[in-house]
C-alpha cells in the first residue's frame, strides 16, 4: 500500500510512502492518540501514522462500528439500570435529536472526513467530556453539532496555509 504524505524535510512537498506491516501495527497501537490529533485538526498527511490511522477512520465498517458504540451509549442512557461508567442521562437526552444528526453522518455511504469520525470517538470516550463528567462545562448539544458538521463531506480536506 502507498500513502501521499508531507516531505518531513520540505513541509511544502508531498511523498510516497510504502505502508508495513509494522507501520499498520503502529497506527493501531497509538490510535486514541492519532484520533485526538486529528480531532483537534492536524492534517492526515502529516506522518505516515496520521495517514493510515486517517484512512482507517475513513472506512464504512469503521464508522458504523462507532455509530453502533453511540448506539449503545443512547439505550444505556434511556434505560434507568446503573452502568459502569456514571452517564449524564439528561444531557444525553437534550442532545439526543444530535445523536441522531451524528449517527445519520457516521453510517452515510458518502466519504467521511476522517478528523469528524476521529472526533466522534474522542467524545465519545472523553472520561472528562460532557457524557459522563459533570462539572465538565462543554454543552453536550453544541460538542455533537461540532463533530457533526466535521463529519459533512463537502467539508474542506485542504490544508488551511
Not at 9 to 35: H, I, M, Q, Y
Not at 39 to 59: K, N, V
Request: charged share 25%.
Amino acid at each position: 500500500m502507498m500513502l501521499l504524505i508531507h516531505d518531513p524535510k520540505d513541509p511544502e512537498r508531498f511523498v510516497t510512502w510504502s505502508c508495513r506491516g509494522w507501520d499498520r501495527f503502529l497506527a493501531r497501537v497509538f490510535a486514541a492518540a492519532l484520533d485526538r490529533r486529528l480531532a483537534a485538526g492536524e492534517p492526515a498527511e502529516s506522518t505516515l501514522l496520521m495517514a493510515l490511522r486517517a484512512q482507517t477512520l475513513a472506512r464504512v465498517e469503521t464508522r458504523r462500528a462507532l455509530a453502533r458504540n453511540w448506539e449503545h451509549l443512547l439505550r444505556r442512557a434511556r434505560g434507568g439500570a446503573p452502568y459502569r461508567v456514571p452517564l449524564r442521562r439528561r444531557r444525553i437526552a437534550a442532545a439526543e435529536t444530535d445523536i441522531a444528526a451524528l449517527l445519520s453522518a457516521l453510517v452515510a455511504e458518502l466519504p467521511t472526513p476522517a478528523r469528524g469520525v476521529a472526533m466522534a470517538g474522542v467524545l465519545l470516550r472523553d472520561g472528562a467530556g460532557p457524557l459522563y463528567n459533570r462539572h465538565c462545562p462543554d454543552d453536550l448539544c453544541t460538542a455533537v453539532q461540532k463533530v457533526t458538521a466535521q463529519l459533512d463531506p463537502s467539508v474542506s480536506l485542504a490544508v488551511s496555509a
